[in-house]
Protein backbone atom coordinates (compact mmCIF):
# COMPACT_ATOMS: atom_id res chain seq x y z
CA UNK A 1 0.00 0.00 0.00
CA UNK A 2 1.47 3.13 -1.11
CA UNK A 3 1.96 5.85 1.91
CA UNK A 4 3.30 9.17 2.21
CA UNK A 5 3.55 10.56 5.77
CA UNK A 6 4.68 14.40 6.22
CA UNK A 7 6.03 15.37 9.63
CA UNK A 8 7.75 18.62 10.41
CA UNK A 9 4.95 21.02 10.55
CA UNK A 10 4.27 23.55 13.68
CA UNK A 11 4.48 27.58 15.12
CA UNK A 12 7.26 29.54 13.43
CA UNK A 13 7.80 33.11 14.04
CA UNK A 14 8.02 35.71 10.83
CA UNK A 15 11.55 35.29 9.05
CA UNK A 16 12.15 31.78 10.85
CA UNK A 17 12.54 28.17 8.85
CA UNK A 18 11.40 25.27 9.40
CA UNK A 19 12.19 21.94 7.49
CA UNK A 20 9.47 19.14 6.37
CA UNK A 21 9.45 15.45 5.83
CA UNK A 22 8.09 13.35 3.90
CA UNK A 23 8.14 9.36 4.29
CA UNK A 24 7.26 7.21 1.47
CA UNK A 25 6.39 3.64 1.89
CA UNK A 26 4.95 0.65 -0.05
CA UNK A 27 6.29 2.09 -3.35
CA UNK A 28 10.00 2.00 -5.42
CA UNK A 29 10.31 5.78 -4.22
CA UNK A 30 13.56 6.47 -6.26
CA UNK A 31 11.14 5.59 -9.47
CA UNK A 32 8.80 8.26 -9.00
CA UNK A 33 8.86 12.73 -9.40
CA UNK A 34 7.09 14.23 -6.33
CA UNK A 35 5.62 17.36 -5.50
CA UNK A 36 5.11 19.78 -2.68
CA UNK A 37 1.24 21.36 -2.96
CA UNK A 38 0.06 23.21 0.16
CA UNK A 39 -3.35 25.05 1.24
CA UNK A 40 -3.90 27.75 3.15
CA UNK A 41 -6.63 27.77 5.70
CA UNK A 42 -10.18 27.95 3.83
CA UNK A 43 -8.49 28.04 0.30
CA UNK A 44 -7.54 26.36 -2.50
CA UNK A 45 -4.58 24.40 -3.69
CA UNK A 46 -1.14 25.79 -4.29
CA UNK A 47 1.40 23.89 -5.92
CA UNK A 48 4.87 24.60 -4.45
CA UNK A 49 7.43 22.72 -5.86
CA UNK A 50 8.44 19.38 -7.89
CA UNK A 51 11.45 17.53 -8.38
CA UNK A 52 12.57 14.65 -10.61
CA UNK A 53 12.98 11.28 -9.55
CA UNK A 54 16.82 11.45 -9.85
CA UNK A 55 16.92 15.21 -8.30
CA UNK A 56 18.17 16.61 -11.79
CA UNK A 57 14.75 18.75 -12.52
CA UNK A 58 13.34 21.13 -10.15
CA UNK A 59 10.84 24.16 -10.29
CA UNK A 60 9.35 26.16 -7.58
CA UNK A 61 6.26 28.16 -7.65
CA UNK A 62 7.11 32.22 -8.08
CA UNK A 63 5.90 32.20 -4.37
CA UNK A 64 8.26 30.38 -2.60
CA UNK A 65 11.26 30.38 -5.46
CA UNK A 66 14.77 31.52 -3.58
CA UNK A 67 13.24 30.62 0.23
CA UNK A 68 12.55 27.02 -0.42
CA UNK A 69 14.27 24.44 -1.09
CA UNK A 70 13.00 20.82 -2.22
CA UNK A 71 15.26 17.61 -2.36
CA UNK A 72 15.13 14.02 -1.45
CA UNK A 73 17.31 10.81 -0.29
CA UNK A 74 16.04 8.23 -2.32
CA UNK A 75 18.17 6.02 -0.12
CA UNK A 76 15.92 6.81 3.02
CA UNK A 77 12.73 6.95 1.16
CA UNK A 78 12.12 10.57 1.89
CA UNK A 79 11.03 14.02 0.36
CA UNK A 80 12.48 17.13 2.31
CA UNK A 81 11.02 20.91 2.21
CA UNK A 82 13.03 23.17 3.67
CA UNK A 83 11.20 26.75 4.40
CA UNK A 84 13.61 29.82 4.88
CA UNK A 85 12.49 33.69 5.61
CA UNK A 86 8.93 32.27 6.10
CA UNK A 87 6.17 34.75 6.04
CA UNK A 88 2.75 34.63 7.57
CA UNK A 89 1.22 33.66 3.74
CA UNK A 90 3.15 30.26 4.04
CA UNK A 91 0.74 29.18 6.75
CA UNK A 92 -1.20 26.49 4.97
CA UNK A 93 -0.98 22.48 5.31
CA UNK A 94 1.60 21.57 3.44
CA UNK A 95 0.97 17.95 1.12
CA UNK A 96 3.44 16.04 -0.37
CA UNK A 97 2.39 13.89 -3.68
CA UNK A 98 3.25 11.42 -5.59
CA UNK A 99 3.79 11.83 -9.81
CA UNK A 100 1.72 9.07 -11.82
CA UNK A 101 4.37 9.58 -14.44
CA UNK A 102 7.40 11.50 -15.45
CA UNK A 103 5.14 15.21 -14.58
CA UNK A 104 2.19 14.14 -13.55
CA UNK A 105 -0.41 13.92 -12.48
CA UNK A 106 -0.60 14.06 -8.27
CA UNK A 107 -1.64 9.93 -8.20
CA UNK A 108 -1.22 9.44 -3.78
CA UNK A 109 -1.12 12.08 -1.26
CA UNK A 110 -0.04 12.35 2.30
CA UNK A 111 -2.53 13.56 4.61
CA UNK A 112 -0.43 17.28 4.83
CA UNK A 113 1.60 18.97 8.05
CA UNK A 114 0.30 22.09 9.08
CA UNK A 115 2.64 25.22 9.23
CA UNK A 116 1.59 28.09 10.93
CA UNK A 117 3.44 31.66 10.89
CA UNK A 118 2.87 33.86 13.37
CA UNK A 119 4.47 35.91 16.15
CA UNK B 1 2.37 30.83 -16.14
CA UNK B 2 -1.21 28.98 -16.93
CA UNK B 3 -3.86 30.50 -15.18
CA UNK B 4 -7.05 28.10 -14.92
CA UNK B 5 -10.50 29.49 -14.38
CA UNK B 6 -12.91 26.82 -12.85
CA UNK B 7 -17.00 27.63 -13.14
CA UNK B 8 -19.46 28.00 -11.74
CA UNK B 9 -17.82 28.79 -8.16
CA UNK B 10 -20.46 26.95 -6.24
CA UNK B 11 -22.81 24.22 -8.14
CA UNK B 12 -26.20 23.38 -6.06
CA UNK B 13 -27.70 20.01 -7.47
CA UNK B 14 -29.79 17.22 -5.78
CA UNK B 15 -28.20 13.18 -5.57
CA UNK B 16 -29.34 11.83 -8.77
CA UNK B 17 -28.95 15.06 -11.02
CA UNK B 18 -26.18 15.59 -13.59
CA UNK B 19 -23.02 17.84 -12.43
CA UNK B 20 -21.14 19.62 -15.31
CA UNK B 21 -18.08 21.32 -14.16
CA UNK B 22 -15.38 23.75 -16.58
CA UNK B 23 -12.13 24.46 -16.30
CA UNK B 24 -10.71 27.18 -18.69
CA UNK B 25 -7.34 27.44 -19.56
CA UNK B 26 -5.01 31.19 -20.62
CA UNK B 27 -3.44 29.46 -23.04
CA UNK B 28 -3.61 25.84 -24.56
CA UNK B 29 -2.56 23.00 -21.92
CA UNK B 30 0.04 21.04 -23.59
CA UNK B 31 -1.23 17.29 -24.44
CA UNK B 32 -4.31 17.59 -22.57
CA UNK B 33 -1.80 17.20 -19.28
CA UNK B 34 -5.03 18.26 -17.66
CA UNK B 35 -5.61 16.50 -13.76
CA UNK B 36 -9.13 16.37 -11.70
CA UNK B 37 -9.30 16.22 -8.25
CA UNK B 38 -11.87 15.65 -5.52
CA UNK B 39 -11.15 16.96 -2.06
CA UNK B 40 -13.45 16.76 1.46
CA UNK B 41 -13.00 18.73 4.62
CA UNK B 42 -10.06 17.65 6.37
CA UNK B 43 -9.06 15.15 3.69
CA UNK B 44 -6.56 15.33 0.75
CA UNK B 45 -7.59 15.65 -2.61
CA UNK B 46 -7.89 12.56 -4.54
CA UNK B 47 -7.10 11.96 -8.04
CA UNK B 48 -10.25 11.50 -10.30
CA UNK B 49 -9.24 11.96 -14.13
CA UNK B 50 -5.78 12.74 -15.59
CA UNK B 51 -4.64 13.54 -18.99
CA UNK B 52 -8.06 15.49 -19.75
CA UNK B 53 -10.33 12.25 -19.84
CA UNK B 54 -8.50 9.10 -18.51
CA UNK B 55 -10.12 7.98 -14.82
CA UNK B 56 -7.56 7.16 -12.48
CA UNK B 57 -7.78 3.29 -10.74
CA UNK B 58 -10.96 2.94 -9.08
CA UNK B 59 -13.05 5.87 -9.60
CA UNK B 60 -16.59 5.26 -10.69
CA UNK B 61 -17.43 5.26 -14.35
CA UNK B 62 -19.97 8.08 -13.11
CA UNK B 63 -16.89 10.35 -13.54
CA UNK B 64 -16.08 11.57 -16.99
CA UNK B 65 -13.37 14.10 -18.26
CA UNK B 66 -13.29 16.09 -21.55
CA UNK B 67 -12.47 18.65 -23.68
CA UNK B 68 -8.76 19.45 -24.79
CA UNK B 69 -6.69 22.67 -25.54
CA UNK B 70 -7.90 25.23 -23.52
CA UNK B 71 -11.55 24.43 -22.35
CA UNK B 72 -11.89 20.95 -20.14
CA UNK B 73 -15.06 19.74 -18.75
CA UNK B 74 -15.53 17.08 -15.54
CA UNK B 75 -19.28 15.50 -15.82
CA UNK B 76 -20.96 13.44 -13.16
CA UNK B 77 -23.50 11.89 -14.70
CA UNK B 78 -25.64 10.96 -11.61
CA UNK B 79 -24.53 12.73 -8.14
CA UNK B 80 -24.64 10.30 -5.28
CA UNK B 81 -24.25 11.40 -1.69
CA UNK B 82 -20.39 11.26 -1.36
CA UNK B 83 -19.38 13.00 -4.31
CA UNK B 84 -20.43 16.48 -2.51
CA UNK B 85 -17.46 17.92 -2.22
CA UNK B 86 -15.15 20.83 -4.01
CA UNK B 87 -13.25 19.75 -7.32
CA UNK B 88 -10.45 21.26 -9.13
CA UNK B 89 -8.27 21.37 -12.51
CA UNK B 90 -4.92 21.08 -12.77
CA UNK B 91 -2.60 21.61 -15.42
CA UNK B 92 0.79 19.48 -15.41
CA UNK B 93 2.49 20.40 -18.88
CA UNK B 94 4.44 23.15 -17.89
CA UNK B 95 5.56 24.86 -14.78
CA UNK B 96 4.38 25.98 -12.59
CA UNK B 97 1.75 23.07 -12.52
CA UNK B 98 -1.00 25.31 -11.46
CA UNK B 99 -4.38 24.77 -9.97
CA UNK B 100 -7.81 26.28 -10.58
CA UNK B 101 -9.42 28.01 -7.82
CA UNK B 102 -12.00 24.61 -7.30
CA UNK B 103 -15.66 24.85 -7.71
CA UNK B 104 -17.83 23.60 -4.23
CA UNK B 105 -20.57 21.25 -5.33
CA UNK B 106 -23.46 21.38 -2.69
CA UNK B 107 -26.31 19.67 -1.97
CA UNK B 108 -29.18 21.69 -3.01
Known amino acids: EVQLVESGGGLVQPGGSLRLSCAAS????????MNWVRQAPGKGLEWVSYISSGSSTIYYADSVRGRFTISRDNAKNSLYLQMNSLRAEDTAVYFCARDKGLRGPHDFWGQGTLVTVSS | EIVLTQSPGTLSLSPGERATLSCRASQSVSSSYLAWYQQKPGQAPRLLIYAASSRAPGIPDRFSGSGSGTDFTLTISRLEPEDFAVYYC?????????FGQGTKLEIK
Open chain 1, 26 to 33: GFTFSGYS
Open chain 2, 90 to 98: QQYGSSPHS
